[in-house]
């Protein structure tokens, strides 16, 4: 028979290694769950309640920006496409796979940064979103940006560089793809980064997609020179 006091022993400690797996288990959570701005919460809240234009009709679901509130860079892309649609977070399909690539050569963490799009709805086909529904759309996007305060907005694509930089109708990316650019709606030194898409990048060369990562390298040194460190450790 077991004295009495090996038993206690054993439960003691059966018992304090299960507390601690709750304590280790509860901080790992903690971790990885972000704490949302309450008003953010109300944002998006608001957005999944949208139909304002005959997108929401058409798609699986709202795609809302994700991040943390405020933060320091900010990058918009066009909408979202048939992963994004499905799993509700924004550039998580191979366009959002590649920008997490780019961000992480450039030492810039994603999870420090907000990650939006101009529409919040999936357009038919994931064709480019129509002035009329991006005109029904873009105040998602104003308010986002109220919250987030960012110092620099990155615009991934013609829609969104289009939009922010107020453009004609004749407006090309091309022509100011990696060229900071002023911003009065946004904080002093607050500078829009035009650069091409990923899903523009994903059918170009290497090289390329280089070119645009030392894009994000001085969208970095921009904000660490300016705010605080945005890397990666």
């Keep these: ?11 003691i400690a059966v018992f304090w290694t299960i507390a601690l797996l709750v304590v280790f288990v509860s901080l790992a959570i903690m971790r990885f769950t972000p704490v949302l701005n309450p008003e953010v919460e109300s944002l998006r809240k608001r957005e999944q309640q949208c139909t304002r234009c005959p997108l ?30 499905k799993q509700g977070l924004p550039f998580v399909g ?10 992480e050569a450039a030492k810039i963490d994603r999870e420090a940064i907000w990650v939006s799009n101009v529409v919040r709805c999936r357009p038919p086909d994931n064709r480019r979103p129509e002035p009329a529904e991006i005109a029904a759309c873009k105040m998602w996007l104003w308010e986002e940006m109220k919250l987030v305060d960012p110092l620099v907005v990155v615009a991934l694509g013609n829609t969104p560089a289009k939009l922010l930089l107020r453009g004609k109708s004749t407006f090309k990316i091309s022509r100011v793809v990696g060229q900071p650019q002023p911003a009065d709606f946004l904080k002093e030194q607050g500078i829009v980064v035009p650069m091409y898409h990923p899903s523009y990048l994903l059918r170009q060369s290497e090289k390329d997609v280089q070119e645009a990562t030392r894009i994000f390298v001085k969208v970095r040194n921009y904000v660490d020179a300016r705010v605080h460190t945005v890397g990666v450790c």
């Design 56 to 85: 929401r009709a058409g798609c699986t679901q709202v795609v809302p920006g994700i991040g943390p509130s405020p933060a320091p860079i900010m990058i918009v892309g066009e909408a979202p496409g048939a992963d994004e649609d």
């Design 1 to 11: 028979m077991t004295p009495w006091w090996v038993r206690n022993v054993w439960d």
């Design 94 to 103: 191979a366009s959002g796979q590649l920008l997490s690539r780019m961000l």
